[in-house]
Each structure stands twice: as structure tokens, then as C-alpha cells.
């Protein structure tokens, strides 16, 4: 009887970042294949806890441990080991003896890795399927991170990162039976830098539960004062998403208020930086750290943006408020890779100037804007359910016909 053992760089419950959204939908995909086997590592104790309670009755084993390398550590230890440092950050003594104990107990057929992080505990040997979801190619977001800051040392850190680490997903690439991202565009990167075929890399996209993303549903309101409102959602000490909501608060959202003076700007997401925090201080921008549930707020919004200077793959916060039915600016960085058509289904724009024109003329006309975001969940509807987008799965892993 097939058994799979699924391999996840954070716990996938719960899953309220993008991440952990991808892994857990994968989870439920795989338990629907076969028997399912999880070992995970945790960013804390609570993070566990949370996990273990949710996902230990529907596994066959879990193990989750906590992650404790601070990022000096891991990059000295890489620099002396000649390792990616992303491999270091998630480098745990405890999970890798738990996993060769059940990989030489006989029982697990099938292996599927999530993140590239996680290819360090595949077993050498294994003769089954294995799968790797890469999820984005990390290697080109640390090559960009290098264009972009020039100072040293921290240019030497994302350049030799850039360099070590690609190496390392090509190595891993070849050796695995399918490597996995979350968009064409991801896939055609890789497919390029390793020069592998298409039988060896694969598209699998992300996708949205509409039934939860539904602006039918009832949510208390929120509470962010009058005007209208944009909206940004994100893991907040995320460097890209950092970035985002600086350049919006300081250089958009001031062309938005000289039309609209009480236009609002509310950065929802966890764990916040002090640069973050800090924007709060400006004219109209709320900081909201964390929130149970991100949907009252998408509810509230007159636009969601996504004024991303660089993106991989495909953005959940955006499949998010087009399900709920949320008009949506986007740079093309954190368009890319969705399925939809700029100026039906979301507006695109690059510069300050072009971003702020965009989201006055929704903020203008809440009839053009509620008939896009309507377009909008109806294309999510159509094109991006969990079930259709995971079902290449069972035939990557020769458990369905």
C-alpha cells in the first residue's frame, strides 16, 4: 500500500500565509491519494502546538520540530560549508534522524518535498517517486536582491547566495523525478537556468477556496475611520512586501490624497518591522499587525493593491481579493503569472503616478470598480479551484491512471 511522506519547511496549519496556504492544500491533496506522513519544522514552539493539534489526527506519523538558527549563524556556517544559507536557516538535527528512521522502516513509497529548504532530508537511495516543490526559483529573488542593494556586505551575501544556491536547485532538479512551481513563468526561469526539459519541471499553480473568499459572507467591520480605503495584506517583516508598502505610503498614497485628502492606506499583516511600524506615523496609513482574519478587511476596501517591486510566482493576496470580489492594482511583478486580463479582471500599473491614477479612478467610480471586482471572482471561479489545480499531482506520483 502506498505511503507518502511530505516534507514541509513550516507546518502547513494554520494557513493564513502564502506558504503555508500552497502546503496545506497540497496536504489535502496528497491524504486524498494515500496515507500521509508529515515532518515539519516550525518557526516556534506555538506554531507547533497550533499544527500538531490540527493535522496530528489526519496524518499517518507527524513529526514537527522548531527551528533555532539565527541568520548569522546559518550564513558563517554556510560560508564555511559552502551551502546555501537558506538550507541552513532550516537545518535540524532532530527532523533529519526522524525522517532516515522512517524512510529505513520500509513503509514510505512515495516522497513529496515542499520549499527548496526541505531537499536536504531526501534520503539518498530512496528507488520511489519523488517530487519537489520549489515553489518560486529562490535563487532569482536573491540575484535581484543583489541588483538592488549594493552596499556591502549585503551585496555578497545575495550574490554568493544567488550563485550557491542555484547551483544547489539545478543539483537537486536533477536527481528528483519532478521539480514543481507555482506558475509558467516560474517553471520557463528554471527551465532556463538548469536546462532541464519539461518532463522534468512542471507548472502546478496555486489556487483559491472561493467558498471561504466569498463577499456574501457577513464580517464584523473593521475599524479604519472614513474615506476611502486601500488595502495591502502580507507577511509583514517579508523584505519584498516591506518594500511594497514603503514605496505605496511614501510616494503613492500622497498623489492619492491630492484627490482624495481623507484616502486611507491599512498594511494588514503579521510581525510588522520597526520600518513598517514606523509608517504609521504618516499621513492615512493604518498598521494593523496581526488580525484573526484578513477577509473584513478586504471587505472594506475600495481597492486592494499590490505595488510589488519584485514578486515570484503567483501572489495569494491577490487571488484573495479577486475572489472576494475586491478591485485590485497590481504592478506587473505581482501580476505575473495570474490568468487574468488587465483593465477587465484587475488594473496594472509600474510607477508612482500610474498606481495612484489607478486607484483614484476606482476610488472615482465604485460602479466601474465593484463591475471589475465581479469580473474578478468570476475568473477566479472559473480558473483557479485547489482541486483542479492539484490534480496533476496523483499522475506525477503514479498513484491515479
Given amino acids: ?222 475599524d479604519a475611520g472614513e474615506g476611502p480605503l486601500a488595502v495591502f495584506t502580507g507577511q509583514m517583516d517579508y523584505r519584498p512586501n516591506v518594500d511594497a508598502v514603503r514605496w505605496f505610503a511614501a510616494d503613492i498614497l500622497p498623489l492619492i490624497r491630492q484627490q482624495h485628502p481623507a484616502a486611507r492606506f491599512a498594511i494588514v499583516g503579521r510581525a510588522p518591522s520597526d520600518e513598517v511600524r514606523a509608517l504609521a506615523k504618516l499621513p492615512g496609513v493604518i498598521v494593523t499587525g496581526e488580525v484573526p482574519d484578513v477577509r473584513p478587511w478586504l471587505t472594506a476596501a475600495d481597492a486592494v493593491v499590490a505595488p510589488l517591486l519584485l514578486a515570484r510566482g503567483v501572489q495569494n493576496k491577490l487571488l484573495e481579493a479577486m475572489a472576494m470580489a475586491r478591485p485590485v492594482v497590481a504592478s506587473a511583478a505581482a501580476a505575473t503569472g495570474i490568468d487574468a486580463t488587465p483593465g477587465e479582471h484587475l488594473l496594472v500599473a509600474d510607477d508612482a503616478a500610474g498606481m495612484a491614477a489607478a486607484v483614484s479612478s476606482l476610488f472615482d467610480d465604485r460602479a466601474a470598480a465593484a463591475k471589475m471586482g465581479q469580473a474578478a471572482r468570476a475568473r477566479m471561479i472559473a480558473r483557479y479551484g485547489w482541486d483542479a489545480r492539484l490534480v496533476p499531482l496523483g499522475e506525477l506520483l503514479g498513484l491515479v491512471g
Avoid at 60 to 86: D, F, W, Y
Avoid at 122 to 131: A, E, M, N, S
Avoid at 149 to 167: I, S, Y
Avoid at 185 to 208: C, M, P, Q, T, Y
Fill in 1 to 222: 500500500m502506498p505511503e507518502i511522506l511530505f516534507l514541509v519547511h513550516r507546518a502547513p496549519w494554520p494557513p493564513d500565509r502564502g506558504d503555508r496556504i500552497r502546503s496545506w492544500h497540497m496536504f489535502e491533496a496528497l491524504a486524498k491519494l494515500a496515507p500521509v506522513h508529515v515532518a515539519a519544522l516550525a518557526d516556534n514552539e506555538q506554531d507547533a502546538a497550533i499544527a500538531r493539534d490540527k493535522m496530528a489526527p489526519l496524518c499517518k506519523s507527524l513529526a514537527i520540530e522548531v527551528r533555532n538558527v539565527s541568520r548569522p549563524v546559518a550564513l558563517a556556517q554556510a560560508v564555511l560549508r559552502g551551502e546555501p544559507v537558506s538550507n541552513r536557516l532550516f537545518k535540524n538535527a532532530a527532523l533529519a534522524r526522524h525522517v532516515d528512521a522512517l524512510v529505513r522502516g520500509g513503509s514510505i513509497t512515495h516522497i513529496v518535498g515542499f520549499s527548496g529548504q526541505m531537499a536536504q532530508y531526501l534520503p539518498t537511495g530512496f528507488d520511489g517517486p519523488v517530487l519537489m516543490d520549489f515553489v518560486d526559483v529562490d535563487s532569482a529573488k536573491f540575484a535581484t536582491y543583489a541588483e538592488q542593494d549594493k552596499r556591502q556586505p549585503l551585496h555578497w551575501v545575495h550574490a554568493r547566495e544567488a550563485r550557491v544556491l542555484g547551483a544547489y536547485e539545478a543539483a537537486v532538479a536533477g536527481r528528483v523525478d519532478a521539480s514543481l512551481f507555482v506558475s509558467e513563468a516560474e517553471a520557463a526561469l528554471f527551465h532556463a537556468r538548469s536546462g532541464l526539459g519539461s518532463d522534468k519541471v512542471r507548472a502546478v499553480e496555486n489556487g483559491i477556496d472561493t467558498e471561504r473568499f466569498d463577499p456574501a459572507l457577513t464580517f464584523d467591520p473593521v
